[in-house]
């Protein structure tokens, strides 16, 4: 599940992302986000994962440690098991709006 900041507005870059999930999936389009210009807020509930993640270890043979490392070093993504971390997002009303956000930022720029 992918939600946007709503105090943000839609044309301001970079925009602030919250990605559910930090497993081979959310973390592979939280590191996407982040390429994309935006600041990714990670959560998971498994805490051992998010302390793997801060130390650049991933879950995924397709997302390489580096591109963690390089992702938390220049701020791009936050992982997090803190559900207060999440204040301020808001969740996209149906699945075809999350869709549309998540091929954005797997492919940001398509049709430029």
Do not use: E
Not at 29 to 49: S, W, Y
Not at 75 to 81: L, N, W
Not at 98 to 108: D, E, G, K, S, V
Request: glycine share 8%; aromatic share 4%.
């Amino acid at each position: 599940m992918i939600a946007h900041d709503r105090s943000s507005p839609a044309s301001a870059r970079p925009r602030r992302t919250a990605i559910l999930g930090q497993g081979y999936v959310g973390l592979l389009l939280a590191i996407r986000a982040a390429d994309a210009d935006h600041r990714v807020v990670g959560f998971d509930t498994d805490d051992i994962r998010v302390k793997r993640l801060w130390a650049a270890q991933s879950p995924s043979p397709d997302i390489p440690g580096n591109q963690v490392a390089a992702a938390l070093a220049n701020g791009t993504h936050t992982p997090t098991a803190n559900a207060d971390d999440l204040a301020g997002f808001d969740v996209p009303a149906s699945w075809d709006r999350c869709r549309t956000i998540m091929q954005a930022a797997l492919h940001p720029m398509d049709g430029q």
